[in-house]
Nanobody, 116 residues
């Protein structure tokens, strides 16, 4: 089992920045990737960014150049640095991970609100 706890959401003005954190605990040795999804009101959940165990990253086109995913292996934590935030980035951001046996894990989410 893996537990994921997000933090760092909040209210920010357009053009501002936030950093989200996701702390993982449990069977973290089995994880092959960790990342972030988001779900805006009335929309489907979508991938934002992923970091693989080898360090490679993938970003949604909508956040490329603005968001950066990184990890601190010693702290078992993944970060999402969000710059140049836009009202369209308003959503609940969920941390997720996938283990080598295929099980997916999700955090409870943290709300990011970007005002115009």
């Amino acid at each position: 089992q893996v537990q994921l706890v997000e933090s760092g959401g909040g209210l920010v003005q357009a053009g501002g920045s936030l950093r989200l954190s996701c702390a993982a605990s449990g069977s973290i040795f089995s994880l092959v990737l960790m990342g972030w999804h988001r779900q805006a009101p009335g929309k489907q959940r979508e991938l934002v960014a992923v970091i693989f165990s080898g360090g490679s990253t993938v970003y949604a086109d909508s956040v490329k150049g603005r968001f950066t995913i990184s990890r601190d292996a010693a702290e078992n934590t993944v970060y999402l640095q969000m710059n140049s935030l836009e009202p369209e980035d308003t959503a609940v951001y969920y941390c997720h991970s996938i283990a080598n046996h295929g099980m997916a894990y999700w955090g409870k989410g943290t709300l990011v609100t970007v005002s115009s």
